[in-house]
């Protein structure tokens, strides 16, 4: 069973920027499919970042795009969500997830994946 742990959530200022962590710690996330989804008060849950296990390749919501990056570092077996400008409607609880399906990132990160994190929460306010 895979255990993800996300971390680096908090309340940040409308315009600011935050990392947000993922990690495992007994299986290799160099593995996995990564991606970021977040489930904002009274919505359901979005897709907004993936990355391909094998060419790193990645996938954007609108939304995000050009404020976003998903990244990871196999040899710290972390996954990192910088995001910048952040703004209210980015506010939500974000999840970490993984999978290991031979789909594209992009259909993985609209439909989701088999594993999940607890969530870390985010929250933009001044």
């Known amino acids: 069973q895979l255990m993800l742990v996300e971390s680096g959530g908090g309340l940040v200022q409308p315009g600011g920027s935050l990392r947000l962590s993922c990690t495992a710690s007994?299986?290799?996330?160099?593995?996995?499919?990564i991606g970021w989804f977040r489930q904002a008060p009274g919505k359901g849950r979005e897709g907004i970042a993936c990355?391909?296990?094998?060419?790193?390749?990645?996938y954007y919501k609108d939304s995000v795009k050009g404020r976003f990056t998903i990244s990871r570092d196999n040899a710290r077996n972390t996954v990192y969500l910088q995001m910048d400008d952040l703004n209210s409607d980015d506010t939500a609880v974000y999840y970490c997830?993984?999978?290991?399906?031979?789909?594209?990132?992009?259909?993985?990160?609209?439909?989701?994946?088999?594993?999940w994190g607890q969530g870390t929460q985010v929250t933009v306010s001044s």
């Open positions: 997830a993984a999978d290991l399906s031979r789909v594209t990132v992009a259909t993985m990160c609209i439909l989701g994946m088999d594993y």
């Open positions: 007994e299986s290799t996330l160099e593995s996995y499919h």
């Open positions: 990355i391909h296990r094998s060419d790193s390749s990645t």
